[in-house]
């Protein structure tokens, strides 16, 4: 159902009272270079060089989202027929959210849009399936967000999780999230999608400065949850940390195509993380067709930052930022075919890892952002900082609610002048106060007290 003006302003006035603010918009510099120049993460994972090797074709990723729109001219071609599950105008090809769209072009935008907009996505070979999920508020009946909405959300999102796995895509997307607690009828889900060999990707959320209560389904076993860092390889200030991180990828300053689909926009959000490491699996696939699901994820951890010497990971990035380049040319031994390589669902994964506290050590140099992405120190290039662009805004469903951490086995052992800025994104807007209680208060995000120094 629609939501009136009235009701989504005292949603919206209630989250900036909670600190779950969206992204703000930056103004439009004097100058500004084209739209490839700006993509900061693709120079950093030396994008021009590993398309020589893989593009990702052959391989489809499911985005689960606010739809995708097949009619942006960076993604014309690129959208498959997928399912829509929300009661908005439109089917899967239309976002309701202006999220989804930026999203897949994050994953397989093909450039097409010129100097000004012609923003690429990292596999641009790949295509997208898009499942339309309901729009935030569908459903809910007061201002407050009981249990039962929230299992009510997790219910849609196995759903579309389900469809997804007994599709043709082999990686599903989603950067989306909700609060709650581990819910049986996702966990079956996601359960059934490794068992379809399928690959599911999730951000981790962006309230790590705030409260960092977990968010599903990036906190559901089988799930890789993926956090977010800058150009510096620091850690994303609202990048939520803990248990439930796999793996990190480049989430600040993202640009990509926006929306109106006349110029590009800049966004931070740990799901620009997700879309990036989803992209990152399709490029390692579709170079080795053969491969599982367990595979795949196998070396794309393997290959993470800081992992040269042997798996290690610690709650801010997980077994480290992804590094698809070094996936693709050293990528080690995939390992068995059918053991799932994390230990949330019984695997080994890291047996040989060296599991570290949340709190890294102080005094250490400053890791570099071509050492982040590139893999190798020096190399990769930086590029300024991007001009115009514009929040798309909270990328996940943020919100306050009861969270268990034990649930997861494993974690307890811009464009040109003149050119008028995107609105902000508010679709996923954040929930409204819950009625249950948060279990943590007042977390500062580790890297903030005491510098993160993990070496990539």
């Not at 967000?145 to 849609?156: D, E, G, H, I, Q």
């Not at 906190?219 to 796999?246: C, E, F, H, L, M």
């Not at 990152?280 to 196998?298: F, K």
Request: net charge neutral; proline share 7%; glycine share 12%.
């Amino acid at each position: 159902m629609r939501i009136s003006r009235q009701r989504a302003g005292l949603r919206l006035a209630l989250a900036a009272f909670m600190g779950l603010v969206l992204t703000g918009v930056v103004a439009a510099p004097a100058q500004a270079e084209t739209a490839r120049e700006q993509q900061w993460h693709l120079d950093l994972m030396r994008a021009d060089e590993m398309w020589k090797t893989s593009t990702g074709k052959g391989v489809t990723i499911a985005v689960i989202d606010t739809g995708v729109d097949e009619g942006a001219t960076n993604l014309r071609g690129q959208v498959l027929d997928g399912v829509d599950y929300s009661s908005e105008k439109g089917d899967e090809h239309t976002d309701w959210g202006e999220h989804g769209t930026v999203m897949a072009a994050l994953i397989a935008g093909t450039g097409a849009g010129g100097e000004r907009a012609g923003a690429y996505g990292l596999a641009p070979g790949s295509k997208i399936l898009p499942i339309r999920m309901p729009k935030e508020g569908e459903g809910v009946t007061g201002l407050l967000v009981t249990p039962s909405y929230l299992k009510k959300w997790a219910k849609r999102m196995a759903r579309a999780i389900r469809f997804a796995a007994d599709s043709e895509a082999k990686v599903i997307n989603i950067s989306m999230a909700s609060p709650g607690a581990e819910n049986p009828e996702l966990s079956a889900a996601v359960k059934y999608a490794l068992d379809k060999g399928k690959l599911i990707f999730a951000g981790v959320g962006n309230s790590g400065d705030v409260k960092n209560e977990l968010q599903y389904p990036a906190a559901t076993p089988g799930v890789i949850g993926v956090a977010g860092v800058d150009r510096n390889a620091k850690p994303y200030k609202s990048s939520q940390w803990g248990a439930q991180v796999d793996l990190a990828a480049p989430a600040v300053d993202i640009v990509s195509t926006c929306p109106n689909d006349r110029q590009v926009c800049k966004a931070s959000g740990t799901s620009n993380a997700s879309a990036l490491a989803s992209a990152s699996a399709a490029l390692l696939w579709s170079q080795h067709p053969d491969w599982t699901n367990y595979q795949v994820l196998r070396v794309l951890l393997q290959t993470a930052s800081g992992n040269d010497k042997g798996l290690s990971r610690d709650d801010v990035v997980g077994y480290g930022v992804v590094r698809p380049r070094i996936a693709l040319t050293e990528p080690g031994d995939p390992g068995p075919a059918d053991e799932y390589p994390l230990p949330d669902l019984g695997g080994k994964a890291a047996e040989s890892a060296s599991p570290e506290v949340s709190e890294p050590a102080k005094g250490s140099a400053e890791p570099t952002a071509a050492a982040a992405a590139a893999g190798e120190g020096g190399e990769g290039g930086g590029v300024p900082t991007v001009g115009i662009a514009i929040g798309v805004g909270a990328a996940v469903l943020l919100g306050g609610a009861a969270a268990v951490w034990a649930v997861r086995r494993r974690r307890s052992d811009a464009a040109p002048t003149g050119v008028t800025p995107a609105p902000p994104y508010g679709g996923q807007s954040p929930y409204p106060p819950s009625t249950v209680p948060p279990p943590h208060q007042g977390y500062a995000h580790p890297s903030h007290d005491h510098g993160h120094d993990r070496r990539v």
